[in-house]
């Protein structure tokens, strides 16, 4: 019953920036890694960053430098702060939680909808 709710999508040139947001439809005890995916066109879904409970950060190779991952365990966010946009970043990108805690039980590998960037040109 609990959804992961992604914003901060839109339109950008390139150079540009976005910040990507994700968040819990309603009230849970935790999670565990939370992660940003993307997935243009006709290529296979990618981790773009990762972020543990306790603080540690993955990037993929192509976004080091640009992108910047960070969570708010108070709140069970994670957000993706996205610098000089590239035409490649085009791509649906959607949040993941690797386990949520609810209750007395948990919710394993479970997505947000996903959310359009678009970087033109």
């Known amino acids: 019953q609990v959804q992961l709710v992604e914003s901060g999508g839109g339109l950008v040139q390139a150079g540009g920036s976005l910040r990507l947001s994700c968040a819990p439809s309603g009230s849970i005890r935790s999670i565990n890694t939370m992660g940003w995916y993307r997935q243009a066109p006709g290529k296979k879904r990618e981790l773009v960053a990762a972020v543990t409970s306790g603080g540690s950060r993955n990037y993929a190779d192509s976004v080091k430098g640009r992108f910047t991952i960070s969570r708010d365990n108070a709140k069970n966010t994670v957000y993706l702060q996205m610098n000089s946009l590239k035409p490649e970043d085009t791509a649906v990108y959607y949040c993941?939680?690797?386990?949520?805690?609810?209750?007395?039980?948990?919710?394993?590998?479970?997505w947000g909808q996903g959310t359009q960037v678009t970087v033109s040109s």
């Open positions: 993941n939680a690797d386990l949520i805690r609810i209750g007395d039980s948990f919710l394993y590998n479970r």
